[in-house]
């Protein structure tokens, strides 16, 4: 079973950058799309970002182009989520998640419904 851990959320200023990790256990990561969503209080999760399994595609929701940038270490079973300048819009918990069935390398993906494995997320607060 693919086991995924999120770190790196915290409180931060608005303008200032946090760096988001998702560490996978259990099953080869090089195997799965990785995405990001984020929920904020009284909203439903949205997609943030997606990385292919073999990193040549990636996608951004509007409200973060420019200011994300995710990324994967597939030999470390990594993705990262670089995040800056940072907006109060952005609070929320942030989720990586594991794309579910076969799917092409370059799949990528930021509905919710295409992701079979969930980390447990990770809180950031953009406040002054």
């Known amino acids: 079973q693919l086991l995924l851990v999120e770190s790196g959320g915290g409180l931060v200023q608005p303008g200032g950058s946090l760096r988001l990790s998702c560490a996978a256990s259990?099953?080869?990561?090089?195997?799965?799309?990785i995405g990001w969503f984020r929920q904020a209080p009284g909203k439903e999760r949205e997609g943030v970002s997606c990385?292919?399994?073999?990193?040549?595609?990636?996608d951004y929701a509007d409200s973060v182009k420019g200011r994300f940038t995710i990324s994967r270490d597939n030999a470390k079973n990594m993705v990262y989520l670089q995040m800056n300048p940072l907006k109060p819009d952005d609070t929320g918990v942030y989720y990586c998640?594991?794309?579910?069935?076969?799917?092409?390398?370059?799949?990528?993906?930021?509905?919710?419904?295409?992701?079979?494995?969930w980390g447990q997320g990770t809180q950031v607060t953009v406040s002054s």
């Open positions: 998640a594991a794309s579910g069935g076969w799917r092409s390398t370059y799949f990528t993906s930021l509905q919710t419904a295409d992701f079979a494995s």
């Open positions: 259990g099953f080869p990561l090089d195997l799965h799309a």
């Open positions: 990385i292919s399994s073999s990193g040549g595609r990636i």
